[in-house]
Every structure is written in C-alpha cells, then in structure tokens.
C-alpha cells in the first residue's frame, strides 16, 4: 500500500486550487493575475507532490527538451503579462510533454464502457434505432 504524506496532501490540495484558479482565469476573458496565481499554484503543487528532484528531472529530460521549452516558456509570457499568448504557447508545450500519456488516458476512458453502471448508461444513450 502506498503511503501519503502530509507535503503531498497538501500538494495535492495545492493543485487543485491552481487547476481553479486556471479554470477561473480563462473562464474571465484570460485574466493575467488569475491565471498567473494558477500557474504558480500548479507548479508548486506538483513539486510539492512528487518532489523537487522528480519535477527537474520531468520537465528537462532530453526528450522532453521541447515540451519543456514551451511549456514553461508560456508560464513566463503569462507572468508577464501576455495571457493569450502564454496559455496557447503554454496548451502547446503540455500537449509536447504528456503526448505519450494520452493513448493510456484515452484507454482507460474507453474501459469505462465496462463499467456496469456506465455500460448500462451507455448501450441506452447509444442507440439511434
């Protein structure tokens, strides 16, 4: 069983509140502190999740130089204020970064169908006969 410890509790808890705060930025015609706070918030979370040493080690892989580039490139442009282009800068890098992860996620979606309640929901929904 894994164990969690009180930094990641509240990293997670963290970034959660930078997710809203994105949410809540974009959701305002791009609101630059807004979305600024979330970005902050969101990173912080994540170094507060899985550590200082594992978020360096994610975000400058050789691999992974790219996604990095932009995507903390956005960060900088929406902390100076130029949220349109950061976020689209920013979308692009994390797009570069998690590429590998979408096929598991979307698997892992698509078994949802096996589900028994979902299955029910979605035989009924499905048929357009």
Known sequence: MVTVTELQKIGVGVTGFGLFF???GVLLYFDSVLLAFGNVLFLS???FIIGLRRT???FFQRHKFRGSFFFLGGVSLVLCRWPIIGMLVE???FVLLFRSFFPMAL???LSAVNIPFLNAFFSSSSSMV
């Open 22 to 24: 994105l949410l809540f």
């Open 45 to 47: 979370g994540l170094t």
């Open 56 to 58: 360096a080690h994610f």
């Open 91 to 93: 979308s692009y890098g």
């Open 107 to 109: 698997a892992f979606v």
